[in-house]
């Protein structure tokens, strides 16, 4: 049974930061690129960051130089550490794990940023 478990959200004043983990279980997890999406209510799923199997990062243009995406192969872990937080990143965030064959997603973590 494939498990994707976030943990890390909460609430944050605007230039605050958070760092978001994902565990996962039931997978071989150095396979999989792992990714971190966000929906906010009213708005479509979008990607924030990912990271493929080698390491390779991408980022949406409106998170890059404040977010990193980071993973520990050791421990079926990725992070997703986020600074100078905006009101505009208030979402639900998800955690994503694919390759070609599959895609599994975590329940979601709320990120709340508001002063």
């Known amino acids: 049974q494939v498990q994707l478990v976030e943990s890390g959200g909460g609430l944050v004043q605007p230039g605050g930061s958070l760092r978001l983990s994902c565990a996962a279980s039931?997978?071989?997890?150095?396979?999989?690129?792992m990714g971190w999406y966000r929906q906010a209510p009213g708005n479509q799923r979008d990607l924030v960051a990912r990271?493929?199997?080698?390491?390779?990062?991408f980022y949406a243009d409106s998170v890059k130089g404040r977010f990193t995406i980071s993973r520990d192969d050791a421990k079926n872990t990725v992070h997703l550490q986020m600074n100078s937080l905006k009101p505009e990143d208030t979402a639900v965030y998800y955690c994503?794990?694919?390759?070609?064959?599959?895609?599994?997603w975590g329940q979601g973590t709320q990120v709340t940023v508001s002063s």
């Open positions: 994503s794990a694919n390759n070609i064959l599959r895609n599994y």
């Open positions: 039931g997978i071989s997890f150095s396979m999989y690129a």
């Open positions: 990271i493929g199997s080698g390491g390779s990062t």
